[in-house]
């Protein structure tokens, strides 16, 4: 098992730009999560998924927007980047269930918006 | 919303020390986690707590659910090089249907000297 896998890893952006972050799962989880990371604050929620077709927002989702076609991938898009966009971004997913709440991450991608 | 302070912001031990970090809210929790994150890497979760009193250990590990619900402890016992990281606490909390959606703490910052 790969586990959960973002591409990509690394990215700079101008403003204004716009780009697809891609997150994979093969665990057939059905709850997916897009969070960013900002020096010192935590995790904050963007958008969640609960299984395919089925996507809600999050604690801080403008700028930003989801689908979920498959089980396996949900798709970050960022429209018109802005530098406040700048941050690290990670995917997780969890099986519903007894242990729903124990999440699985991906190695993130490192964002730049100048 | 909920939110969860962590203590201390950072740590700087030396190796073979013990090391104790908590997690507090205003607000009752169902659920604490405790995620550790490399640099560069995604979190990676150490330990789930389900129940109020409950103790958990993982290896040198060991965490607590406080018995009023609003507090989290992690111990770190015996400190090695591979301990440096940001430990982040994470809880679900009481109330409404949550789909595995967590919230994270800030984080502290573990620097060991050899």
């Known amino acids: 098992n790969a586990g959960v896998t973002q591409t990509p890893k690394f990215r700079i952006l101008k403003i204004g730009q716009s780009m697809t972050l891609q997150c994979t799962q093969d665990m057939n989880h059905n709850y997916m999560y897009w969070y960013r990371q900002d020096p010192g604050m935590g995790l904050k929620l963007i958008y969640y998924?609960?299984?395919?077709?089925?996507?809600d927002k999050g604690e801080v989702p403008n700028g930003y927007n989801v689908s979920r076609s498959t089980t396996e991938d949900f798709p970050l898009r960022l429209e018109l980047a802005a530098p406040s966009q700048t941050s690290v971004y990670f995917c997780a997913s969890s099986q519903s269930g007894t242990s729903e709440y124990e999440q699985y991450f991906g190695p993130g991608t490192r964002l730049t918006v100048t | 919303g909920q939110q969860l302070n962590q203590s201390p912001q950072s740590m700087f031990i030396q190796e073979g020390e013990d090391v104790s970090m908590n997690c507090t809210s205003s607000?009752?929790?169902?659920?604490w986690l405790w995620y550790k994150q490399d640099p560069g890497e995604g979190p990676v979760l150490l330990i789930a707590?389900?129940?109020?009193?409950e103790l958990t250990s993982n290896g040198r590990l060991t965490a607590q659910f406080g018995i009023t619900r609003k507090d989290s402890f992690l111990n770190i016992s015996a400190s090695i090089p591979s301990d440096v990281g940001i430990y982040f606490c994470?809880?679900?909390?009481?109330?409404?249907?949550?789909?595995?959606?967590?919230?994270f703490g800030q984080g502290t910052i573990l620097t060991v000297h050899p």
């Open positions: 707590l389900y129940k109020a009193g």
């Open positions: 607000s009752i929790f169902n659920t």
């Open positions: 998924s609960v299984g395919a077709g089925i996507t």
């Open positions: 994470a809880g679900q909390g009481a109330g409404g249907t949550s789909y595995g959606k967590l919230t």
